[in-house]
């Protein structure tokens, strides 16, 4: 302080203006003596360092108030000023000489200045700009330093914020996805951000020597770019303006076009231009608007073609596709037809209208072929590249995929350059395929196919439900076809019995219409009179929840009776009986057929057998001897003759026999029959064939009764036994034993014949079958024996089979049911049941 | 055996068939046959000729078994001979049918021409 006066008396420092001037000045002012001490410091600096003056006033605390390792770095600066070398390892008193030194040597003219930090008493520093000065005395000589520091921390933090929004900005306008541009008033590029060549793939000194920025554009849209600039030269800011620009590489791309005029004082004329490329989003857009459109487009039209042709305008005129078709596929004949179409109005596209109606696509064909056999959407970017040429002289046969396709052909000669197609699907199967066409060479746009799979999806539901109501259309039509055609009547009835439907057939034979049989119960159409009673099987069955089957007599409206068959048959609906079904039909032809039949039977017997009574009896007598003896020649072939017309009268017998039983009506007649007293008789019938024949009759019998026809089973037993007799060898022995079961009985006929093998265990029920084809002429069997013991057995409701002894002979077994298991009413014949 | 022959009418259409069953029961069992060739003539040929038995055809022209068998009841004189149907038909309902005419027995078509005459005796009870 002391060298601040004293030099103060000696200078401007005493006087109290300029005093007034340091200590009321905003930046930092410090006096410093040779030595390093510190002076004095104005109240600027004990703020900004946040030391009291009496703290560093009188002290060698320089340094301490610069960032750590800046008063070296400054002491540096200022020596390296004079040339003097910076030696290291100096104290703080050498390093404050060295300085005063350097300074005494400067010019006052010369005021070093420096970037640096100062250090606050807490430690934190702070930018400042220092100058350094020489304080001298009067004489000249150096007395000290004087250091002026301004405080720049808020110069360096506008600095910074300077420096990062430009930084910002730039960053925004390089990696903007908008293209950004100045334009001259000529048109011409002042700048462009990289966004310009991502969307058209020049870069920015490209850019830069275009004569007009409207050259970037397809020559379709130049002319709208230029008015758009003119407008905004002239003061018309130009906001977002449409522009579709296809490219070379057949995009189509839709943008914004921004464009605004920049003048400034400072400024030349120039316009702003912003572009976008709205590509993606419009196409979502437009997919949305699609979507929305065809969804209203396939409620409010109850035709499907109108609705088709609606889409394909509505895709094409979002697009600008010039040309749609829907082809439908006909499953039957396995190709596409055409089902609707659409075209730009204004190119005359009726020849490929035309020449598409009367198309019929095979699958692997064209383009909409190609779609629907890949399953998936095929682009043709350049038809007329994968179009052959014409060879006027190729063979008709020649394979399809060298000829060139006649539609492609067709969208060729109507200007089209690019196809594609898109199978529309419903669930996972493929309906219909959607075909396109633009005159624009037009590239793969996946976008845009998404777009026309987003409406197919709508309209491939539509066609299926029209599909599957064809098909319930023609089924229903089906079936009324066939229930016009059948001749039985059929009737559907509801769960009390009355009728609901009726079909033609119905109608004829009860005589009424359906409007008249309708609500009316169907049992008392049938049997109007109601004097069947109760029990009535037919009542029985429509008021049961089974299958029923019978024959009844109904009454015809006209008065006569008609005998019907009826099949009943209940419907359950989820388990519940809802309804039922009735159907009959007129037998009184079958009838009438029976009639014939048994009068036929009959008169064939009578007319077959007189004459082999007259030829029998006459063979009998003579062969008896009783008109006299003859040779042993004549005696042999008589019997001879009379063997034969023996065997010729078993036959006749046993045709007739099996025809009579087999349409005969069994179950009628049947009563109940003791079958111990059928096998006594049997066994007694054959007893005197079984003596001459050497064999011995064993029979074990057991209280049973079935039901049936006495004498039709005492033929299967006869039969039976007649067969074991004439199979066995002299002294053999046959059985009968019968044997009782729960719900039926058994009988089985033993013999120790000559067996059968078990491949004609079955075959020998069959007509005309015997083991040995010598059997019929040796055996004097007609062949019909087994045949007829089946047809018996079955009728009866039981089963009748052979086996092979384990040692020798067979084993002929018979059940027979104690009770059968047809209905009471049931009159159908128990042969047809079962199918003999 | 009778010594007395049986005196047997056989009425039938069918020359052949007479003449079998004829030689069967004159042959065989030593009966007195006579033969009558139609219905109409059964029924003179039996009140004159008074047989013991008549073997009645049922399918014959103009007047079949059935309606002779009627013709023969009518007559006081032919009412109460016994008469055996000879059929050819095999139905068993129209053999039942027959039966309930009151006919002494339905016999088949073709017989046995050996032992014709003894069905004959043991349906008629003859020793």
């Known amino acids: 302080m002391a060298f601040w006066k004293g030099a103060g008396t000696e200078s401007k420092s005493g006087d109290p203006l300029f005093r007034e001037i340091v200590e009321s000045a905003g930046t930092m002012v410090l006096a410093i003596a040779p030595d390093g001490t510190i002076l004095h410091m104005n109240p600027a600096a004990e703020r900004l360092l946040g030391y009291n003056a009496s703290e560093l006033v009188g002290r060698k605390r320089t340094e301490e108030i610069l960032a750590p390792e800046e008063a070296q770095r400054i002491i540096g600066e200022v020596l390296h000023l004079v040339g003097s070398p910076v030696r290291p390892n100096l104290s703080i008193d050498e390093r404050a000489a060295a300085t005063v030194q350097a300074m005494d040597m400067l010019p006052p003219s010369q005021v070093p200045s420096f970037e640096t930090h100062c250090r606050r008493k807490d430690g934190s520093t702070f930018p400042v700009t220092g100058h350094i000065s020489a304080l001298r005395d009067s004489s000249g000589a150096i007395r000290g330093l004087v250091a002026v520091a301004l405080d720049q921390t808020a110069t360096l933090r506008q600095q910074q914020a300077t420096r990062e929004s430009q930084e910002r900005y730039r960053d925004l306008f390089e990696n903007s996805n908008e293209m950004i541009a100045t334009l001259s008033p000529s048109g011409k590029f002042l700048y462009a951000n990289p966004a310009w060549k991502q969307s058209f793939g020049l870069e920015l000194d490209a850019l830069l020597k275009l004569d007009s920025f409207e050259q970037v554009f397809n020559s379709d849209c130049r002319e709208d770019v230029a008015a758009l600039f003119q407008e905004a030269l002239h003061g018309t800011t130009v906001e977002r303006a449409i522009l579709r620009n296809p490219t070379e590489d057949g995009q189509v791309l839709e943008l914004e076009l921004s464009l605004s005029r920049r003048r400034k004082a400072d400024s030349p004329l120039a316009v702003r231009c912003l572009l976008s490329n709205v590509t993606q989003q419009k196409l979502r857009e437009h997919r949305l608007a699609l979507q929305l459109a065809a969804s209203q487009i396939v ?21 600008r596709w010039d040309f749609g078709v829907l082809w439908e596929i006909d499953e039957a004949e396995g190709r596409l037809v055409f089902s609707s179409a659409w075209g730009t109005p204004s190119l005359h596209t009726d020849s490929m209208m035309r020449q598409r109606m009367g198309a019929q696509v095979e699958a692997g064909n064209a383009l909409a072929g190609n779609a629907w056999r890949k399953g998936r959407a095929v682009w043709i970017r350049n038809l007329a590249e994968v179009q052959p040429k014409s060879q006027p002289n190729s063979r008709p046969n020649s394979q399809s995929d060298t000829q060139p396709d006649p539609l492609i052909e067709g969208a060729l000669r109507c200007g089209m350059a690019s196809g594609w197609a898109v199978p529309v699907r419903a669930g996972n199967s493929i309906v219909a395929v959607l075909e396109f066409y633009s005159r624009l060479r037009l590239r793969e746009d996946s976008g845009a196919l998404d777009s026309v799979e987003t409406v197919a999806a709508p309209l491939g539901q539509m066609l299926a439900r029209r599909r599957e109501r064809g098909r319930t259309e023609e089924l229903s039509r089906r079936q009324e ?83 019907i068959e009826y099949g009943f048959t209940p419907i359950f609906d989820h388990e519940r009986f809802s309804g039922s079904v009735l159907s009959f039909r007129d037998i009184s032809q079958r009838y009438a057929l029976d009639r014939m039949k048994d009068e036929f039977v009959a008169t064939a017997g009578h007319e077959l057998r007189t004459p082999l009574t007259s030829i029998r009896g006459a063979l009998g007598l003579l062969s008896s001897g009783a008109l006299g003896q003859m040779d042993e020649k004549a005696a042999s072939l008589l019997r001879i003759a009379l063997n034969n017309s023996e065997r010729l009268i078993r036959l006749v017998n046993d045709i007739l026999d099996l025809e009579r039983i087999q349409h005969g009506r069994g179950p009628e007649a049947f009563e109940p029959v003791p079958l111990a007293r059928v096998v006594d008789e049997a066994v007694r019938g054959v007893q005197t064939v079984a003596d001459s024949a050497g064999i011995q009759l ?46 039926g009985v058994t009988i089985s006929v033993i013999d120790q014949g ?75 014949p128990v042969a047809a049941r079962h199918n003999i | 055996m009778n010594s007395v022959p049986r005196r047997i009418l056989i009425i039938d259409d069918e020359e052949d068939i007479r003449a079998v069953a004829a030689m069967s029961l004159e042959s065989i069992a030593g009966w007195r046959v006579e033969l009558a060739c139609s219905g109409a003539q059964g029924v003179v040929q039996a009140e004159s000729f008074q047989p013991e038995a008549i073997l009645l055809d049922v399918m014959m022209p103009d007047m079949d078994g059935p309606a002779t068998f009627r013709e023969l009841q009518r007559n006081a004189a032919t009412a109460k001979i016994p008469v055996l149907l000879l059929t050819a038909k095999s139905q068993k309902s129209e053999r039942a049918r027959l039966a309930t005419l009151g006919v002494a027995a339905v016999l088949e078509k073709p017989f046995d021409p050996l032992t014709l005459h003894r069905q004959i005796a043991d349906i008629l009870g003859w020793s």
């Open chain 1, 754 to 828: 000559r067996g059968i093998p078990a491949e004609m265990l079955e075959n020998i029920f069959g007509r005309f079958t015997q083991v040995d084809a010598s059997d019929a002429r040796q055996k004097g069997g007609s062949g019909l024996g087994l045949a007829i013991c089946r047809t018996i057995v079955t009728q009866h409701g039981g089963r009748i089979w052979a086996e092979r002894n384990p040692v020798r002979g067979s084993t002929f077994r018979v059940y027979l049911p104690f009770r059968q298991e047809s209905a009471a009413g049931d009159a159908e």
């Open chain 1, 698 to 743: 064993i029979h074990d019998t057991v209280q049973a009764q079935v039901a049936g026809d006495a004498d039709q089973l005492l033929q299967v037993m006869t039969n039976l036994l007649a067969n074991a007799i004439k199979f066995s060898p002299s002294g053999a022995t046959v059985s009968v034993m019968m044997r009782p079961e729960e719900d």
């Open chain 1, 299 to 319: 409620s409010e039209n109850s035709s499907a073609d109108a609705a088709a042709e609606r889409i394909l305008e509505a895709l094409c005129t979002a697009h």
């Open chain 1, 481 to 563: 076809i066939l229930l016009n055609a059948v001749a039985d009547g059929i009737c559907g009835l509801d769960r009390s019995g009355s009728v609901t439907f009726a079909n033609p057939a119905a109608e004829r034979l009860l005589g009424a219409s359906v409007a008249n049989l309708e609500g009316r119960p169907m049992h008392d159409l049938l049997h109007p009179c109601e004097d069947c009673g109760l029990e009535c099987p037919l009542r029985m069955a429509l008021q049961s929840a089974e299958n029923r089957t019978g024959e009844t007599t109904m009454l015809h409206v006209d008065g006569t009776s008609l005998p």
